[in-house]
């Protein structure tokens, strides 16, 4: 068997030129935005200056590295921007007239500017960092002479600009739906964002007129408020908003605006990859003719490192040799000596899942010129290629190659499984699956049968066995059990299989969670004459039983033909004695022993190892047991012959040694494991690849209507401007936004990761006082969370709200310099702090401490504790209050934690704003919809019930447009099955699922919708919708800068009112004692 898949991969299939010619106008120019004199943009990644006409454009920037949002300073003079230097978003400012950037922020959030003050002398940005629960962030400045940030609101602004008053600000206060890695046009969900107005100090707060569409970057010329906005329902435009009403500016049908700048009476945008300019006296945009001759330095071709991009590998016959795919290239590596040899070698396509022929003379792959095909190569190189052409377009993926080496066992995307004739090119179909899972085969040792695993309709896994010449096909497992993993041997067929697999196996539904899969292994003897390798034995001087050839007998040297005796076939069944746990991967030993993965399953708050979880297990038939080989791996492979292990530790160690009883395998050396590169054809590749995944997993063939081949022609016109591997990103995110769907995101890949500054941060907010950093607010932590520990409210340190920090191991520090400047390097690291009572040093100790590096958790779990504390003082503990912050392991945890302790409240108030999804909750609402069944008495105990906890009173629900996917479906269904009202505003409408595409050439990801839900009533619903609140509340920003919570006011209101009006029944109340015998 041959299932050493880690990650999938897949080839491209179309091309265009990807050189611009010179003459030709520049595309991909992005951001702008526009002062007296100039025009500022970025392109390449770099910011460049120009005049109002375009000409005369310079190059400011040029690190490798992202530079972004370029703002222009009131007199023109400085730029603002965000950039990420130190892997890390920053703001920094510059001179129009080039020299070094200051660094402005230090902090290890998302920092973007937004704004300048009007005096010039502070910078807007908006950042997560001190916000109380994720998704969100909020407006702070800093002095363009450095120091530390001031928080403008507690209410979030995701962008935003002042008026020439200095006061009111128009802003922007969720995430655009369309954005970054997230590929969703007219988004129409309740994520499509506002642009509110706001005057805080004489608490003025009023919202645009919107239909339901995406209104962002607003800016002002005069007293007039322009914004981008898509409420045409055909492209986003640019608007003005004048005497209460919206005016079109702009009729662009084909591109979106992307972003908009103005001053003056000039408006500077960008749609399509061109600037243009736009007049108030001129209502024509007009577009720039700007041509860059831009240095391109991630351009050029060159030698890259492949060996982290190990995606599958397969030991070859005598383990001398590993054939690897990396990169897209195939590589034939040796063991021990011996040259590394590139076999593909291609540049602009990609080969992938090479298997060694049984001889080990040759390698078999699949490669993608165009079209598909698999090739065998000569493993050294020499020589000529077989080629055999796949149909179609779909994705393949070689399996296996059967032992005679006459066929090769390969899969389609579309849930098929093939055997391709290695000597004339047939490609037959041996099955066609229900459901899409990891497809595994194994040959029989002479070739004559195929076994494989494939699911039924309800999930079920069963093993089939495939008569490679007479073509029969017949089941070995009835689908009562979750059966898989088969592997030959000369007698046996071995394969695990679960009986109580049925609730693990729903994989979506968050009733899986912390359900373990328990498997045992079996052996299938193939004749009637082969013992079960669990007989019992007798020991006797004059014993003489034939134990079989895979029972570690030395002396059973000559193996008979192979045969399988059908008859009966599945009453030969036999369970090893390895107890039953999650296992995977079988493989038979030269010696007969049987080789296995094992996987531990642990609960939702264990914390994870990484990849590298599983243990390698052999199971010896003479001793009847079973033992650990090795461990921390994340897969393994087995030579042809039997001999020689393989084991796999992410991201790239790979190491070789005998298949033994201990594995003590010897490293393999990858440094040859190179591929050159050359960007251009690569880049042009993986355009074609996301294309083209899109139009093979797509959930529905049909494209939704939409001309694919027209949106790649539209996009492909951009690559010729693609100068570095992030702006790829731009142009595939803007292809397949065209989809107007959720869930559609493509991101990753080579592009520049900038050192990371590890800054650690104290879990605390900070005031000036008197020059110095003085402690606000001191987040607690979870003292029953190992894992959410806050650095400075660990038992025994002397700190407390109100102390300030004077020195950091003996530096001193004042408010001139931004504090987190000072933690630089210190996240995980003991720090030892100078703090006292008064910024003049009063009562000066020290203490040491431990930084971590972000405290998002423990800023949220403070908020739940407020929230809940709230909840309980304003219901006199009436309503239990539990916090979803996603629909999978958290999500879970959380609700177990918070729901079952509370659940003899009469009324419950379930929290999930900002949920980010993961599963099909119907765990949470199974338990929600629990009739009572009994009560039990007992003589000195408190009376308990059946169920054990349910809540049987009112139940409120509290949404938001952050919650999302399965923060869609779980209050979806929670008003379906009418367990009660839902509080808040419209949900972001993504009920369509992902995760079955290849990942990219370089790394990158990519994920394409390829599943998407439908109600019982047989009807499309949500996706693009979101779940619309019975109740709506804004979270008035005036209100929450008081520190109020809007919604969860109402939320509590609305629960009491119910409460009063229908309180439940107090089922805990026991009738009278019978006063008779027998009552």
Known sequence: MKTNKLVWVAVAALSVSVNASESEETRLLEQPDISANHIAFVYGGDIWLANHDGSQPRQLTSHPASETKPLFSPDGQWLAFSADYHGN???YVMSIHGGAAQRLTYHPSHDVVTDWAAAGDRVYFTSNRAVLNTRSSQLFSVAVAGGYPEKYMEAVVA??????????????????????????????????????????????????????????????????????????????????????????????????????????????FSAGGYLYRWQVANNEPQRLQIKLAAPAPQLEPDWQDASKMITDFDLSKTGKRVALTARGDIFSVAVEHGPTRNLSSTDGQREYTGLWHPDGDRIAFVQDDGEQAVV???????????????????????????????????????????????????????????????????????????????????????????????????????????????????????????????????WLDLSAQERPVRMGIYALSLRTDVPSPVAPRLSDESDESAASDDSNDDEAKDKPVFSIAIEGLTSRISALPVGEQFYQRLAVAEDGSLFYLLQPQDGVKTPSNGPNQMSLMRYDFASREAAQVSDKIASYDLSADGKQLLTFSAP?????????????????????????????????????DVWRMQKEYFYAENMHGIDWQAIYDKYAALLPHVKRRADLNTVLVGMISELQVGHNNVGGGDVFRGENDNVGLLGADFNIVDGRYQIATLYQGDRWSPDLQAPLAVPGIDVAEGDFILAINGQQINADKSLFAHFVGTAGQAVTLTVADSAAGANAREVTVTPTANEGELRLWHWIQQNQRYVDEQSDGQIAYVYLPNTTDAGYYFFNRMFFPQ?????????????????????????????????????????????????????????????????????????????????????????????????????????????????????????????????????????????????????????????????????????????????
């Open 89 to 91: 978003n920053d703001v």
């Open 159 to 268: 962008e935003g600009k002042f008026a020439n008053d200095g006061e009111t600000l128009a802003y922007r206060p969720n995430r655009l739906p369309n954005n970054q890695t997230a590929g969703w046009r007219l988004h129409r969900g309740g994520s499509t964002p506002p642009v509110w107005l706001l005057n805080k100090d004489d608490d003025e707060f009023s919202q645009l007129p919107r239909a339901n569409a995406s209104h962002h970057h607003p800016f002002w010329l005069a007293d007039d408020l322009y914004l981008i906005s898509d409420r045409d329902d055909v492209a986003a435009n640019l608007y003005r908003y004048t005497a209460g009403e919206l005016q079109q500016l702009t009729q662009f049908t084909e591109w979106d605006i992307t972003s908009a700048n103005g001053h003056g009476d000039n408006v500077v």
């Open 376 to 506: 065998i190569a000569p493993q050294d190189g020499i020589g000529e290629q077989q080629r055999f052409a796949l149909p179609g377009s779909s994705y393949y993926s070689l399996l296996a190659w059967s032992p005679d080496g006459q066929r090769i066992a390969l899969s389609d995307n579309h849930i098929n499984l093939y055997l391709l004739d290695t000597a004339s090119g047939e490609l037959s179909q041996v099955h066609s699956g229900e459901r899409r899972w990891d497809q595994q085969v194994s040959f029989a040792p002479d070739g004559s049968y195929l076994a494989f695993n494939a699911l039924n309709a309800q999930g079920f896994s069963k093993i089939y066995l495939y008569n490679t010449e007479t073509e029969a096909k017949q089941a070995l497992t009835e689908g009562m059990s979750f059966a898989s993993n088969p592997v030959f041997s000369n007698d046996y067929l071995f394969f695990t299989a679960s009986v109580n697999a049925g609730p693990a196996i729903s």
């Open 652 to 688: 790239s160690t790979l190491a070789v040694g005998p298949a033994a009883a201990k594995f003590e395998g010897k490293p393999i050396a990858l440094n040859q494991v190179k591929s050159f590169i050359d960007p251009q054809r690569e880049w042009q590749q993986i355009f074609d």
């Open 903 to 1079: 659940a003899n409240k009469p009324a419950l108030l379930i929290d999930e704003r900002r949920n980010g999804g993961g599963q099909a909750a119907n765990y949470i609402t199974e338990l929600l919809a629990r009739p009572h069944l009994s009560g039990w008495y007992e003589r000195d105990a408190a009376v308990w019930t059946t169920p054990g906890a349910a809540i049987h009173g009112p139940k409120t629900m509290l949404i938001d447009q952050d919650a999302g996917s399965g923060g869609d479906f779980l209050p979806w269904s929670f008003s379906y099955l009418n367990l009660g009202t839902t509080v808040g505003t419209r949900t972001w409408g993504g009920l369509i699922g992902i995760s079955a595409n290849p990942s990219l050439i370089d790394g990158g990801f990519h994920t394409v919708p390829y599943f998407r839900f439908f109600t019982p009533e047989g009807e499309w619903a949500v996706e693009n919708e979101g779940v619309t609140p019975d109740i709506e509340v804004i979270l008035n920003p005036l209100a929450v800068n008081e520190g109020r919570d809007p919604q969860l006011e109402r939320g509590v209101a609305e629960t009491l009112e119910k409460l009063r009006k229908n309180p439940p029944r107090d089922y805990r109340e026991p009738p009278a004692l019978p006063t008779e015998l027998g009552g």
